[in-house]
């Protein structure tokens, strides 16, 4: 297991020099942690910070941007950015308007989030924070609020975005925003392990011709290990589950994301995406918006996810805003 | 090795109808061949029509849409479209004012782009060509026309895609983009191979600790095999072999992409931008637009190329105009 890095010590540093730099026209680095800013953001409104451990890119620092987030806190592989970072990074980008934090629901995220808007709430700041718990494998329906966030993150950031520039309050946008928390789940499959850059291991073990369905982006337990099957019934599989938890119907529209994990190519998730689309036109559900990308990764971990938000008339809005970042941009309708 | 697939046979097609359908608001499908046409085209200008081998995506199909390509003729997996894909794809996007054809340098696309540009010529339609021979590892300086087209095409596609857009006549947008190819110059290097999807085995062997400079999208030869290095160093030595070649010096302005070749991640590419980045600043090279992205890959392949392109004030002028195609998009300036 080869990685392009220098040395395992300095690869989060390093990447973040590397990204900002190349898209220097929309980002700027805080000079002190690792935050990235975005340079041409709109004034006077609620600030979007997003963030989580880094390993996962293009999240978080990819959807810092135009109608998306104002700035992300990122950690180092795989751990939370610490309360410092959070702070600062906030700071940064504060407007007087209040400050909304989206994040991935992890212990250490969770733990460091709320310790940093203790830190800003003892500074006259005001914020709010909306834990996106997508994967509907990692929990049961009524512990939703045990699941992690995997890349359901990107609608949630989507519509936050595009809430904060609309001028809403801080109340108005957290609102909103969980609402899009609220309707978006996602499941995937890991085909082949990631690895954490500068260990030379595998993040976890999978046999030759081993799959597990739920497992999450850092290796947590799934839901069944199985044989590899054909892509359409890897789709059907998820597709399945993901109906089971979620308040889809008929006439229904939704947006859709087939998130590669690593090294899963736009061929592979272009098939998968062609049985969702015949399974949701089966159920008489309306594809708004669909996405083919890895945006939310594990190095280079084989396998994918699906992600399904469903709209009603007040996302729909704020989705069909147009948002322009580096690893995500929507043309406004 | 596992491929996320149904039937190797049908891997193109469904392919094609899943991105096809998960684009829909910019994409149809040729009902006849593997043409993947851009709803919203400009009227009465010069057709841009790319294409090539499938299995380098989101190359060439996801380059189609505004500013960029009218439509994309694919081929199976690492294999030219044939003519009468090429000549069906062409006819769909024929607006009387000629077309432009722009593919990468390799022997059965140049015989089978040749052979429909022959067949539209019969039947009254005018054509032109680029070939794409942008990686200097593959031939010698004298020989240009021998080297093979890898991530560079997307520079050229995106200066065409612009010209034609501009209202330039057929000869005037095929001068441009023979002028945004000869000063574009890619290479790269491999560091674990991809897979024929289907076939179930690498498409070459890399030793465990070894790596191939210059080594081809198909496992083409490249020019040298060492052992694994750290990416400071990789980045230099790319650097070096594309300035060798290439007429760029102190004051010029270029475009970069660091262009992932499959399972490389976004924290890697990064990595490699921030040397690309120090050695242009240390040589005084200007970088107008940078870009770290797989945008042609050859399925799981590891390793990245680095693409420069040297603008003068005509490229910089086409460069600027905005895009948006489901892979690649800039905002203008």
């Not at 890895?294 to 396998?303: A, H, K, N, P, R």
Request: hydrophobic share 35%; charged share 25%; proline share 4%.
């Amino acid at each position: 297991m080869k990685k392009i890095i220098n040395n395992a010590d300095h690869v989060v540093q390093e990447s973040i020099e590397g990204l900002v730099s190349a898209y220097e026209r929309y980002y700027t680095k805080h000079p002190e942690v690792n935050g990235i800013i975005y340079r041409n953001r709109r004034k006077g409104k609620v600030s979007l910070v997003v963030g989580g451990g880094s390993g996962h890119e293009p999240l978080f620092g990819g959807f810092v941007g135009k109608g998306m987030a104002d700035a992300a806190a990122c950690g180092n592989i795989f751990a939370s950015p610490d309360p410092g970072t959070i702070c600062q990074t906030a700071y940064a980008v504060d407007e007087g308007k209040g400050i909304l934090f989206v994040y991935g629901n992890y212990a250490g995220d969770n733990l460091n989030f709320d310790a940093a808007e203790e830190i800003l709430a003892e500074e006259g700041i005001q914020t709010a924070h909306v834990r996106v718990w997508d994967d509907c494998a990692s929990a049961p329906p009524e512990r939703t609020e045990d699941r992690r966030g995997i890349a359901g993150d990107v609608f949630v950031m989507k519509i936050a975005g595009a809430a904060c520039d609309a001028g809403l309050t801080l109340e108005e946008v957290k609102t909103v925003t969980e609402k899009a928390r609220n309707n978006t789940r996602s499941i995937g499959v890991a085909t082949s392990p990631g690895s954490i850059p500068g260990l030379n291991k595998p993040t976890f073990e999978l046999g030759e011709n081993e799959i597990e369905y739920g497992m999450g982006l850092h290796g947590e337990p799934g839901i069944k290990r199985t044989v590899m099957e054909p892509a359409d019934v890897l789709a059907e599989t998820l597709y399945v589950n993901l109906l089971k938890d979620m308040p889809v119907q008929s006439g229904d529209e939704v947006c859709v994301l087939v998130n590669g994990l690593g090294s899963t190519t736009v061929l592979e998730l272009s098939i998968i995406y062609r049985k969702i689309k015949e399974l949701l036109d089966r159920d008489g559900v309306m594809v708004h918006d669909a996405e083919l990308k890895s945006l939310c990764t594990c190095q280079e971990m084989g396998g994918f996810s699906v992600s399904i938000m469903k709209l009603d008339a007040e996302l729909k809005l704020y989705f069909d805003q147009p948002c322009f970042t580096p690893y995500y941009a929507k043309e406004g309708r």
